[in-house]
Structures are given as C-alpha cells and as structure tokens.
C-alpha cells in the first residue's frame, strides 16, 4: 500500500478498496501517513466523496485503528450522539433513565466544539468528577451503575483523533463522508447493541436546514446500520436552546430537576422521545411509544435519579450529590439579569450566538487549552413565544466578573428579537429516521 497512491486515485474520482481504507487509517494510527498525506486525503475526499460503501469501510477502518470494547453483561448494550446545539443535556437525563429500564449505558463523549456544549465538562461541574478512565474503569462503572459518561482513551479510534486535528486546521470539516466516520468511529468502538442519534437543526445547531440534517441522519444510520450496529435517527428542533439555561453547572441543575420530576418541559420530552426509540431497537419496548412510557415511569420513580447518583459517586463525585445538588454546583460570583427592551414576543433566538456568550463567559474554550469555568452561563432564558413587558428579564447572566457580565447582557440583546406577534413554534421532533 502507498499513502501517495491512494490520494491519486481519490483524486481521479476512483473508490478506494476497504484494504487501502484500513491500510490508511492504520497509518494514521501509526504515523506511518504524514500530516501533509493526511491532509491531502481529507480534501480528496471533501472534493471527490467516498460514496455508501466507501464510507461504512473508512467508518469500521477508523473504528479498528484502536481498541474495540467487549462486554459481558445481563443486557443489551445502547448509547446516543448529539450532533451538538446549546443547552442540550440530554445525555445526563438519558443514560441514567435507560439504565433503570434494563440497559447499560457506557457513554463515550465529547467536550465543547465551537458554540455547542460538551458533555464532559458539565460531568466535570460536579466536584470530584473524573471523566478520564481507563477501559477497565468503565466496564466496572457501567457493570456497577448501569451507566458511566466518559471520555474516549487514547486507543479509542485514534486514527480520528489524529485526522480530526488535521480536519481543523485545513477547512476539510464539512465532508460529509468524514463526519460520519468520525462520529460513529467512537461509537461502534464502544460496541452497542442499539444506538440512537439526535441530528439537531436550527439556528443553535450546525446543520442549519433540514435538507442539511436529513443528508446527516440519513448517512449516520445507513451506514451505522450497514456496520451491523441497529441504529434510528430523529431530528430535533434547535430553534432554541433545549433547557433554558446553558452553560455546565446551570445545566446540570436543569438535569437534577427533570431526573427529580420537579421541571416538565422540551429537555424532558426529547429524552424521552430518543429513549423511546433505543428501547424499542433494543427489544426493551415492544415500539417507540411503549419504550417512552416505560423511559417516563423510570424517571417519575426516581430510579433513574438513583441511577445518576450511583454513577456520580463511582466516578469520584459526592455520595449524596442527588439529594443535595445544590449545596455541591459552583455559583457564579456575579449575577445580571437581562432587561427586555420593548414589550413584545420573544419571536427568535439565535442560539449559536448564546452559546457563543458562554463561550466568552469562560463556559467554553477559545483555544484549546482554556480553562473551563463551570459556574458561568445563562439561565431563565424566556423561550420562543412568550410574551414580554418592557423592563421584564429576557434572561440572567451568571459571570465571574461585573464587565464579563455587561457583555453578555448585551449579546443575549442582540440574539433574542421581539415581534409584536407571537410566532409559530416549531415541533420538537421534526423528522424519524428508521
């Protein structure tokens, strides 16, 4: 195999053979193919595309690159991606919920990207949480817990790790071919039995059209289904930030109201929704609606809280996090509402720009080694609809220090308009994709 060879052909417009697709992934893994070879690969890709058998092949390729789990447990094996949007903490609601219906949840996860939230670091707002642990680490806390949130090691996938970076850096992001095998890489790593995808769009997501997240559900699902793992694709509504608050420790706490029963409302109806799904996939529901009513009955019963606060303690967090979340969540040492300057509906929100907010607050990373500061954010947004008066708070601004605070008031202006009409809302769930 030859690294020049391949990209020549891609080049032409030729497929390339599953051989040399696992030859170049392991060279990536390996170092054996250049950062230039790498980079060159991407474009010919991004420019030529792979087609349907293409990219299953570079997908199980990338997925083999590294260590593929086994497991051995009384149930089936499920997970879930988000493609990413603001105030989306499902997976917290979501995991711990499939767990106390019969499932084990190993999540593997991302941290922030760009405007959207990482899972990870709203784990990590909990004190003493390690999201960092090895293999035999997870098994014992998925076995123990039922579920377990966590980043990927360094031999999940590393031929992604490697191409990712290089992906960044040469504007060969969006491909298509690559987001897939980028994506379902990690997650057919992590070998479930079922696995769920929430595609979001709107203005909070990437994919900002529905043609664009119908391309992306449709191409994640095929060829997730086609490597053998049994996966649906629902697309989600981002027209507005999930759970009226974004930012890690705010959110967390949206996550203890729902898992608690004291907050109904979109974040969760979805999680219920996406749950439904996986449970019906996996043959722990007889069809979607069932799996929803046994997801809704698991989360009224508390179990799935116990099932969080389980998980919280494995992974070095307060034994009683679940009874007293709010003695352990970090406050931030400013706090500013966001004064409506008109009367008024709240007729849009531009969700990337809120996210973006919290990103300048110190909720997110401007460069990759910042900080993350998980006490700031944004909270009591008023959602698409609802009626305002003059003077009345839009929102609160939750920063670390009085002008931080005075800037994002100002973004969170300019991000939610007013119309002297109400507009129509968008359904949450706006495509299934089997």
Not at 3 to 9: E, G, L, S, T
Not at 277 to 285: I, K, R
């Amino acid at each position: 195999m030859d690294a020049r060879a391949i990209i020549a052909a891609l080049r032409r417009g030729d497929e390339p053979s599953a051989a040399e697709l696992t030859w170049f992934a392991q060279g990536l893994a390996d170092q054996a193919v250049s950062d230039a070879q790498a980079g060159a690969f991407a474009m010919a890709v991004c420019l030529r595309g792979l087609g349907d058998e293409g990219r299953r092949a570079l997908t199980l390729a990338m997925r083999d690159s590294g260590d593929v789990l086994q497991w051995d447990l009384d149930g089936p094996v499920l997970d879930k991606h988000s493609t990413g949007g603001v105030g989306d903490c499902v997976s917290l609601v979501l995991a711990p919920a499939l767990a106390a219906c019969g499932a084990y949840v190993p999540m593997i996860s991302g941290r922030g990207l760009g405007h959207t939230g990482g899972t990870l670091d709203k784990m990590e707002a909990i004190p003493g949480v390690t999201t960092q642990v090895s293999e035999d680490r997870l098994a014992q806390i998925t076995r123990d817990t039922g579920c377990a949130i966590v980043g990927a090691t360094s031999q999940i996938a590393p031929a992604d790790k490697r191409l990712y970076a290089i992906r960044d850096v040469t504007s060969t992001v969006e491909s298509l071919d690559l987001i897939t095998a980028s994506i379902l890489s990690k997650k057919l790593a992590a070998s479930p039995d079922a696995l769920v995808l929430d595609v979001k769009v709107g203005s909070g997501a990437f994919m900002k059209t529905m043609e664009e997240a119908r391309a992306l559900a449709q191409s994640l699902s095929r060829t997730a289904n086609a490597a053998g793992c049994k996966t649906s694709a629902v697309i989600t509504s981002m027209d507005q930030p999930l759970a009226p608050a974004l930012g890690n420790a705010l959110e967390v706490n949206e996550v203890m109201q729902v898992l608690t029963g004291q907050k109904p409302g979109p974040l969760l109806d979805i999680s219920i929704a996406l749950g439904g799904v996986v449970l019906a996939d996996a043959g722990l529901a007889p069809d979607a609606a069932a799996g929803e009513v046994k997801l809704a009955e698991a989360i009224a019963s508390g179990r799935a809280a116990d099932h969080f606060g389980r998980m919280v303690a494995a992974m070095g967090g307060p034994l009683d996090f679940v009874e007293n979340w709010n003695r352990y969540l970090p406050e931030a040492a400013v706090i500013r509402e966001v004064p409506a300057q008109k009367s008024g509906y709240v007729a849009a929100i531009d969700g990337e720009a809120l996210g973006l907010a919290v990103v300048h607050l110190g909720g997110g990373r401007l460069v990759e080694n910042d900080q993350v500061d998980p006490a700031v954010g944004i909270s009591d947004l008023m959602p698409l609809g609802a009626k305002i008066t003059k003077g009345q708070p839009l929102a609160r601004i939750h920063a670390a220090r009085e002008d931080k605070a005075e800037a994002a008031v100002q973004a969170v202006l300019r991000a939610m308009a007013l119309a002297d009409k109400a507009p129509a809302t968008p359904d949450l769930i706006r495509e299934r994709i089997a």
